[in-house]
Each structure stands twice: as structure tokens, then as C-alpha cells.
């Protein structure tokens, strides 16, 4: 491993840079572009559109010539939200004299295609976003004199799945990727099948002692969860809840079905804390508009550490361990309105989420509140995901599409992979955490969250996150001398 060490951003150089507390953006150019709208037919469009103006940034300070291009596939938000925590990226373009690139999904940011993107979300897709990369690359790479730069492709969580998508449909414009907590097995018809509970017994392994957080906060979690139903069922009941959960006067609270969805408002959080579990105090999961502190889940364990002798006490610590991340700014002490979204960022890039995952990306998802879930009964329910995603968008999902298009666990011809995991991150339940072959390999983070590898150098990161860090360096540098042997000189 000590042919790694020479690849790594060290301590000195992150603290002599800006990179993780300076103006990130001031040090990029920013181009809008006039991407194809449907890459796939050649007929009229919606509204007679045909291109649309995607968003993407080029970061050049360290660039040498024809040298390498680190390409980030943008997901499912803003693009400036990767570009200001992929310090993967920029702590390493010195080194390799590499171009930054990050570019911006289709629907999000300010790419959007139309006005009213709601009225045609039918452009919105994983494939036509990696057509827009694919011609994304081939044009700069023409325009920038470097038809010989061998490109990189990073991306964490979905733009991890574009990442290897993307290397596994266009190897020849992708030389590598690295793919951070990339779930790419999470769909139905997997062999092994994928297990829909993983998520929620992962979000109950980052509550357990094991993982460092109190005793006492799964067994109370799940009391909360059933006090929560039981009051529920009648108006006193639901005047308990209103009080002790400190709801908003004009938040719902009429019938079991609000109390119902307030269980679901409040479980989410677990989920984001788990996603969110860093070592140090993070922005990224609030989407840069707060922070959630360091090991978030112990936080809000914290809360729930007690032995509660009322239903009314206990709601009261759930409403301060939820706080974790409803309350990121400290600001809301007055009342939660469960109805309302954390910020308007995350509500749109939700909502146009929720169509992909009504289409082409529908994961299945269950809860069982066993011992190794914290959570409450909830089994998979295919029809009722299917008469869901009618009612909203008026599509039925292709449950088995993506292991027809990205080959499932069949994955013999893809190369040049890096799949990382955290085991604290719940998506690893559907990620890669075996080699495939020797250039595809899995690199697994004991102690990490969501991709916490493709974030800054920190002085709290864990000796864990700097191995998987040398281990993706090392075989970037390989992807790179690999692509290098085959350049036309001159």
C-alpha cells in the first residue's frame, strides 16, 4: 500500500489552500450550452423544443495541457452543491495537472428544459443525462485542443451510479470512474435479490452502541414510533402529539392518517442523519444551507438516551432528536410544520426525484421493527408504489429496466471501476462491496457515511477514508498511464 502515498493531498496542502473554505465557484468558469433535448428520436418534441441550456463549470487553475480531465456527473440537485464538497477532485488536480469539470443534470439547477418542467418530465432520464455527458466531453475535449485527454468521471450516490453507468455505455469516453455509495443494485429481479429492508436496518445500526451511539435510543425510537400510532387514533390523543412533538398550530393533525404522516416525516430524518454521519460537522446533506454536526446520528441519540417514565416525555426527546436535522439552524424553536420541506432546494429536487423514482429508478423499499429495525412495520408494497405513482405522474415504474439496461449483477464486460461504500451510509445495502476483477473494485469504509471519500481532507477523517482515498488515487493514476500508452504522439 505504500506505492499509494506519493497520490495523496497532504495535511500541508489542504491547509495552505482555500479549497475547503474559500469561493470555490469564483476559481471555475461557469458556460451554459445548448444540449440536445432527446437524444433518442429524431421526431418533433414537446412544445417544438430541441435543446435546452445545461449548466456546467470548467476549473482550470491546475490544468497542464492535454493532461487529464476530472469530469463530476452531476445528480439529483443544483451542480454547485458537488462542486463546493468534492475535494477529492480539487485537493488532487495539482498533482495531475487535471481539468475540473462539473457538470449539471437535466431538470436541475438551472438546467431546466421549460418553464413548466412538470407538464414534460418525459426528458427526464439517467440515459438522456449521460448522452448530454458523453457529447458534454466529446466537444470540450475537441474545443480544448485535448482529444487525447483521458477523462475521469466522478460521482457520489446516484451521480456514483451514473458514474459506472456511464463508464459501463461509453468506455471510450470515460477512461475510469469513481463511484461513491453508487447503489447500484437496488432494484427487483437482482440475483441475489436485493433485500428492501437494508436501508432501515443500516439507519438502526448507526443508532446501536456498536456504532457509537446510546444505549437506550432503538428501544425508545420504537416506543416513540408506537406512542406516536396509539395516540394517533383519537383527538386527546392527537392534542398529546400536537404539544410534545411541538407541531405547528396549522400543521394537520385531524385523524390517524396525520399522525401516520408525521411518523414518516420524523423517520426521514433518521435516514438523513444516516446519510449525513460524518466525522465532522457537514453541510452537504442539508444541500449547503446548514450544518448537521459532527456523527449526527449520537446526536440525536442523545435524546433519546433517558429512561422515559411518560409517552408525553418520550415524544418530547423524539421532537429534540428529530430537531438534529429539522432544526438544523437552531432557529426553529417555536413549532415543526411536518407538511413543509426542509428548504425549497430540497422540495424541488424531491419532487423531480420522485418522478425518476416512478419510472426508471424504483427501489423497494420496507420497515419491519424487529429488533434490527428501529423503525415500524411497513412491508414492501409493489401495487401500492404502482397506484402511487399513478396518482402523481400518470406513469406505471418498469420495475426490472434497470437490470435490462445496466446488466444487474452481470457485470463481466465493466472496467476501470472504483465502488465505494461506507458502512454507515444505508445505501451500501445495495452497492458493490466485493471485487469484481482487478479493475473493478470495491473499497469499503468501516466507519464512513455517503461517500465521505469524495469529500475534503479533514483533520477528524478517519484512517479508514484516507485508505480508500489511496486506493482510488492509485488506480486513477493507473487509468491515466493506461490511457497515456495508447495517445497518438505527438
Not at 408525521?262 to 466525522?279: H, I, K, Q, R, T
Not at 396518482?391 to 415504474?397: C, F, I, K, S, Y
Amino acid at each position: 500500500m505504500d506505492t499509494y502515498k506519493s497520490f495523496v493531498a497532504t495535511p500541508e496542502d489542504n491547509a495552505n489552500s482555500l479549497y475547503p473554505n474559500g469561493d470555490l465557484i469564483s476559481q471555475c468558469k461557469v458556460f451554459y450550452r445548448n444540449a440536445t433535448l432527446d437524444h433518442f428520436s429524431w421526431g418533433p418534441t414537446a412544445n417544438g423544443e430541441t435543446h435546452f441550456r445545461q449548466r456546467y463549470f470548467v476549473c482550470d487553475k491546475h490544468w497542464r495541457h492535454r493532461g487529464p480531465i476530472f469530469f463530476y456527473l452531476g445528480n439529483e440537485a443544483d451542480v454547485t452543491l458537488y462542486l463546493n464538497n468534492s475535494g477529492l477532485m480539487w485537493e488532487n488536480a495539482p498533482r495531475f495537472g487535471a481539468l475540473l469539470v462539473f457538470a449539471e443534470h437535466r431538470y436541475y439547477g438551472e438546467s431546466k428544459p421549460f418553464v413548466k418542467c412538470k407538464d414534460h418530465m418525459q426528458y427526464l432520464t439517467s440515459e438522456q443525462a449521460l448522452a448530454d455527458y458523453a457529447n458534454l466531453i466529446t466537444i470540450l475535449k475537441v474545443e480544448l485542443d485535448a482529444e487525447h485527454s483521458p477523462v475521469i468521471g466522478f460521482g457520489g450516490s446516484y451521480g456514483g451510479m451514473l458514474a459506472a453507468w456511464m463508464r459501463f455505455k461509453y468506455p471510450h469516453i470515460l477512461n475510469g470512474a469513481i463511484a461513491g455509495s453508487a447503489p447500484i443494485w437496488t432494484y427487483l429481479g437482482e440475483n441475489p435479490a436485493y433485500d428492501p429492508g437494508s436501508f432501515a436496518k443500516i439507519v438502526t445500526y448507526d443508532a446501536s452502541p456498536e456504532a457509537g451511539s446510546a444505549a437506550n435510543c432503538i428501544p425508545n425510537a420504537q416506543k416513540a414510533w408506537q406512542a406516536l400510532f396509539d395516540l394517533g387514533e383519537s383527538q386527546d390523543g392527537r392534542t398529546q402529539i400536537r404539544k410534545h412533538m411541538r407541531l405547528c398550530d396549522h400543521a394537520p393533525m385531524n385523524g390517524p392518517a396525520d399522525a401516520a404522516a408525521l411518523v414518516e416525516w420524523a423517520g426521514s430524518a433518521w435516514d438523513y442523519l444516516a446519510m449525513g454521519n460524518f466525522p465532522y460537522p457537514s453541510p452537504y446533506i442539508l444541500n449547503g444551507a446548514g450544518l448537521l454536526p459532527t456523527f449526527p446520528v449520537r446526536v440525536a441519540c442523545s435524546h433519546l438516551a433517558g429512561d422515559f417514565g411518560s409517552d408525553e416525555a418520550l415524544l418530547s426527546g423524539m421532537a429534540d432528536a428529530i430537531g438534529v436535522f429539522y432544526n438544523y439552524s437552531g432557529s426553529n424553536t417555536t413549532c415543526y410544520d411536518f407538511a413543509a420541506a426542509v428548504n425549497p432546494e430540497t422540495d424541488e429536487d424531491g419532487t423531480f426525484w420522485d418522478y425518476q423514482y416512478c419510472t426508471e429508478n424504483t427501489m423497494p423499499f420496507a420497515k419491519n421493527g424487529a429488533p434490527d429495525d428501529m423503525f415500524w412495520s411497513a412491508p414492501f408494497d409493489k401495487k401500492g408504489t404502482e397506484e402511487a405513482c399513478q396518482a402523481r405522474w400518470g406513469v406505471t415504474p418498469r420495475w426490472y429496466w434497470p437490470n435490462v439496461e445496466w446488466g444487474g449483477r452481470n457485470l463481466e464486460t465493466l472496467t476501470n471501476v472504483v465502488f465505494s461504500n461506507g458502512l454507515y451510509d444505508p445505501w451500501h445495502g445495495g452497492g458493490v462491496l466485493r471485487n469484481l476483477s482487478d479493475s473493478v473494485v470495491a473499497v469499503i469504509i468501516p466507519d464512513g457515511a455517503h461517500h465521505l471519500d469524495l469529500m475534503f481532507s479533514n483533520p477528524q477523517d478517519t484512517p479508514s477514508v484516507k485508505a480508500a482515498r489511496r486506493t482510488e488515487l492509485w488506480h486513477i493514476q493507473k487509468w491515466i498511464n493506461e490511457a497515456e500508452k495508447l495517445r497518438p504522439w505527438p
